[in-house]
């Protein structure tokens, strides 16, 4: 079992950054893909970035590559999102999310475990 807490969300200017993080309770963090999501009032959940159990391997939804930026650091059992460049569009509700298995299928329903969420407002 893995619990997740994120932290780090808030009220920035467009244009301006944030880094988010995930604290990971549980030995098996290290061996967890993790994930983060958004979902904005009204919209579905939406895939936001993938990391590989080893960091090795990244992946990012066309709307925040080269502006989002995902990293763990598996000594600490913690997950990070580092956004730059912040648009309106990015305001949401980010989840973090951890599944047991390589996939490229990025949808909601193939992550295990779900962090309570911290929002994310970007003021134009």
């Known amino acids: 079992q893995v619990q997740l807490v994120e932290s780090g969300g808030g009220l920035v200017q467009a244009g301006g950054s944030l880094r988010l993080s995930c604290a990971a309770s549980g030995r098996t963090f290290s061996s967890y893909a993790m994930g983060w999501f958004r979902q904005a009032p009204g919209k579905e959940r939406e895939f936001v970035t993938i990391?590989?159990?080893?960091?090795?391997?990244?992946y990012y939804a066309d709307s925040v590559k080269g502006r989002f930026t995902i990293s763990r650091d598996n000594a600490k059992n913690t997950v990070y999102l580092q956004m730059n460049s912040l648009k309106p569009e990015d305001t949401a509700v980010y989840y973090c999310?951890?599944?047991?298995?390589?996939?490229?299928?990025?949808?909601?329903?193939?992550?295990?475990?779900w962090g309570q969420g911290t929002q994310v407002t970007v003021s134009s």
């Open positions: 999310a951890g599944r047991t298995y390589d996939s490229s299928n990025y949808s909601p329903a193939t992550f295990h475990y």
């Open positions: 990391i590989s159990w080893s960091g090795g391997s990244t």
